[in-house]
């Protein structure tokens, strides 16, 4: 049981990573998978008073995902080290992040859950992605989520 708290928390992590990092060849590459995705989001969102949101310099561009996708991925990767554990965990968080968006609108927007064709792959590597980012998170880096949560919020909201 030792030996898989120990190792679980890296295997996940590289899965996250390699799965955004995949990822990246679509998007940093303007891929037509990728315009027609960010299209149907950009579209929905002028439809709500707010075009250019998923354009490709809008706040929530291909390459804004991909940048903190990319970044997440070499936390996680970066935190495998033994000493940088809370590393991990704010990759895993960047993970959260990312993928709690991409579920969210792969149900909720009219990009669907099928938005390629493809039996909902992309669809369901993102809820994959979203629950190992939950189990890191939650299970195995518990107390170095916390640690930078309270950081975070020190940030956020400073004592006065």
């Known amino acids: 049981m030792q030996l898989l708290r ?8 590289l899965f996250m ?9 679509y ?13 149907r989001l950009d579209a929905w969102a002028g ?25 997440a991925s070499a936390l996680l ?4 080290l033994p000493r940088l554990g809370h590393l991990q965990a704010l990759g895993a968080l960047i993970g959260l992040a990312v993928m709690t968006g991409a579920v969210s609108f792969h149900l909720f927007t009219p990009l669907g859950t099928d ?5 909902g792959g992309l669809f369901i590597a993102a809820c994959i ?19 930078l949560l309270c950081r975070l919020w020190r940030v956020v909201a400073p004592a006065e």
């Open 129 to 147: 992605n979203l629950a190992a980012a939950i189990l890191v998170l939650t299970v195995f880096r518990r107390k170095e989520t916390t640690l």
């Open 115 to 119: 938005p390629n064709n493809d039996g």
């Open 27 to 39: 998007k940093f590459t303007n891929h037509p998978k990728t315009q027609e995705i960010f299209g």
């Open 77 to 80: 990767i970066i935190g495998m």
């Open 47 to 71: 439809s709500l008073g707010a075009p250019g949101l998923f354009a490709q310099t809008g706040l929530f561009s291909q390459y804004v995902i991909g940048g903190a996708e990319l970044a």
């Open 6 to 13: 120990k190792l679980a928390p890296n295997a996940l992590s």
């Open 17 to 25: 990573a390699v799965i955004f990092l995949d990822s990246l060849r």
